[in-house]
Antibody
Framework: QVQLVQSGAEVKKPGASVKVSCKASGYTFTSYGISWVRQAPGQGLEWMGWISAYNGNTNYAQKLQGRVTMTTDTSTSTAYMELRSLRSDDTAVYYC???????????WGQGTLVTVSS | SSELTQDPAVSVALGQTVRITCQGDSLRSYYASWYQQKPGQAPVLVIYGKNNRPSGIPDRFSGSSSGNTASLTITGAQAEDEADYYCNSRDSSGNHRVFGTGTKVTVL
């Protein structure tokens, strides 16, 4: 069965960086992309960007351009999302999700809470 | 426009039918997917494409689209359908995904 298992919760100070991992299993990793989505407390879902696990091509949401980097390690079927220059409004649950051309975003990780606080 | 707009909240009596809508210019070109999210849980895909349900999703969930509006219909709502629902599609450029503002469904 498809599973996406994310790294644990993080607490960071403003200005720091965070890197969240997402280990995929149960499917051919390089046949799909990975989208990253975040959800601030009590708020809706926000799409952050996408990476192709096949060739590493990326597409980032405009508001995060320059602060976010998405990468993959095909040898371990793991995707990573790094967010830099953290601010308090980056406090959110961060999700990775499998992204397919036909079905769109279909399977989700369990989420990683990132708290930015001084 | 890259926005997808949903009504903030709707309510439905147990066993009745509710329609949740999602409006946006990009929906004239792209289908919407729909996600159900319960408190403290990750979203779950319930509808994708023209009107497709992933395995395990009850057939009381259905999708449709007309013009700039996509709709998710729950026919015979159950107590366990109480959740937040989000639409998702591409923006007008086709290069980015965008989520709707979300609709909280209450089953009375």
């Amino acid at each position: 069965q498809v599973q996406l298992v994310q790294s644990g919760a993080e607490v960071k100070k403003p200005g720091a960086s965070v890197k969240v991992s997402c280990k995929a299993s149960g499917y051919t990793f390089t046949s799909y992309g990975i989208s990253w989505v975040r959800q601030a407390p009590g708020q809706g879902l926000e799409w952050m960007g996408w990476i192709s696990a096949y060739n590493g091509n990326t597409n980032y949401a405009q508001k995060l351009q320059g602060r976010v980097t998405m990468t993959t390690d095909t040898s371990t079927s793991t995707a990573y999302m790094e967010l830099r220059s953290l601010r308090s409004d980056d406090t959110a649950v961060y999700y990775c999700a499998r992204d397919a051309t036909v079905t769109g975003i279909d399977y989700w990780g369990q989420g990683t809470l990132v708290t930015v606080s001084s | 426009s890259s926005e997808l707009t949903q009504d903030p909240a709707v309510s439905v009596a147990l066993g009745q039918t509710v329609r949740i809508t999602c409006q946006g210019d990009s929906l004239r070109s792209y289908y919407a997917s729909w996600y159900q999210q319960k408190p403290g849980q990750a979203p779950v895909l319930v509808i994708y494409g023209k009107n497709n349900r992933p395995s395990g999703i009850p057939d009381r969930f259905s999708g449709s689209s007309s013009g700039n509006t996509a709709s998710l219909t729950i026919t015979g709502a159950q107590a366990e359908d109480e959740a937040d629902y989000y639409c998702n599609s591409r923006d007008s450029s086709g290069n980015h995904r965008v989520f709707g503002t979300g609709t909280k469904v209450t089953v009375l």
